[in-house]
Every structure is written in C-alpha cells, then in structure tokens.
T-cell receptor, first 113, second 114 residues
Framework: AQSVAQPEDQVNVAEGNPLTVKCTYS??????LFWYVQYPNRGLQFLLK??????LVKGSYGFEAEFNKSQTSFHLKKPSALVSDSALYFC???????????FGTGTRLQVFP | DARVTQTPRHKVTEMGQEVTMRCQPI?????VFWYRQTMMQGLELLAY????????DSGMPKDRFSAEMPDATLATLKIQPSEPRDSAVYFC????????????FGPGTRLTVT
C-alpha cells in the first residue's frame, strides 16, 4: 500500500538551532513530494515540493528539504529555527498515476526561546 | 492576496440535520479538493474536482455526503443526515492549472454534531 510516514509526533528544538522533520514514503516509481505547514486554527500552507532535479529543494520561510531516493526520504530542514516556526508540519506524496496527495500524520514542531 | 474562502467557519448542529459547507476557490484555479481533518484519522481526502467535474469521491461516505460545483466559483459539501462521527474540520483547497498539487487551503469549517 502507498503510504507516507512521519515517525515523530513532536520535535522540540531551541531557537537558533537547526531543525529536521523526518518523512519517508512507500510509493512505487518517482512520486512528487511536498511539505505543508499548518498554524493553529488555519488551513495548510504549501512550503515546498520536489518533482525532479536537484535533491535539495528550497521553499518558503527559509525551509528546505532533501530528497533521498535510496532511503525514500524527504526530510524537512532549516538551518536556524525561529519560535514562529512552531506549527504542525505535513509531508505529502503524489504517486504518478493519480492526482491525489497522500498526507502523513503530521509532526508538531515546537521551537523554544 | 488571493485566498480560498470557506463558510461557515463554525457550525454546531444536532444529529440528523442537514449541513452545507461552501467554498470559493481562488480565481483561476481549476482543481478543488475537499478534506476532513480529525485527531484520530488525520487529513483525509473526501473528493476532488477538475474544471467542475468530479474526478474522485472514493473517500466520501456516499450514503450521506455529496459534493458539487454549481459553478467555477463555488464548491459545496453536504451532509444529510449528519451524525456525531462527522464532527471534524473540513477543508477546501484549490490548485492552479499549472500544478494542481500546489494546493491552497481555506481556513476550514469546524463542524460539531451533537
């Protein structure tokens, strides 16, 4: 079955430190990969996507994600976390034979001052 | 600043009542998605449309849920009759023709069925 896994329910990091939010996927072929962020009482916001090309993708708010085909991972990263980055982060994958996105269960990022 | 709008933002209703949620996609977007978010199930895709035509509604309980796009500026999701297990936040999202998966989400409708 096609799936997306976000193994950490919550990630805690101090402000100014680098952060990583993990995502792995189980989808055949070369899917499109996405990260979305959800702030409290808001809808999801698109952060970045990988379709092809450079394995390091840069997105909004200083976030980037690294695609690793051999490990089927697409981890979200940021060199220096801000308190305002605290939110719920969703990884998503679009298999090539469908228009639908498969979302992970989300990881809550908490950045402490 | 183009945004997806959803109404109502909050709805409390009694079991058995009809609920209608509305969504106005971003002008020019031709793909519309309906999602449901709960703590237990996470984010589930209910249905989606392209150019107003339904492409997939396999995630939707057919006996009580229905989704339509009367025109390009309005998408509706109806539940009749509503049940307590339908309590959730319902999101609408729209996508541009160049990449429908770069989805733009509305603020959601928080539905509580008592």
């Amino acid at each position: 079955a096609q799936s997306v896994a976000q193994p950490e329910d919550q990630v805690n990091v101090a402000e100014g430190n680098p952060l990583t939010v993990k995502c792995t996927y189980s989808v055949s072929g070369n899917p499109y990969l996405f990260w979305y962020v959800q702030y409290p009482n808001r809808g999801l916001q698109f952060l970045l996507k990988y379709i092809t090309g450079d394995n390091l993708v840069k997105g909004s708010y200083g976030f980037e994600a690294e695609f690793n085909k051999s490990q089927t991972s697409f981890h979200l990263k940021k060199p220096s976390a801000l308190v305002s980055d605290s939110a719920l982060y969703f990884c998503a994958v679009r298999p090539l034979n469908t228009d639908k996105l498969i979302f992970g269960t989300g990881t809550r990022l908490q950045v402490f001052p | 600043d183009a945004r997806v709008t959803q109404t109502p933002r909050h709805k409390v209703t009694e079991m058995g009542q009809e609920v209608t949620m509305r969504c106005q996609p971003i002008l020019g977007h031709n793909t519309v998605f309906w999602y449901r978010q709960t703590m237990m199930q996470g984010l589930e895709l209910l249905a989606y449309f392209r150019n107003r035509a339904p492409l997939d509604d396999s995630g939707m309980p057919k006996d009580r849920f229905s989704a339509e796009m009367p025109d390009a500026t309005l998408a509706t999701l109806k539940i009749q009759p509503s049940e307590p297990r339908d309590s959730a936040v319902y999101f609408c999202a729209s996508g541009p023709p160049r990449d429908p998966n770069e989805q733009y989400f509305g603020p959601g409708t928080r539905l509580t069925v008592t």
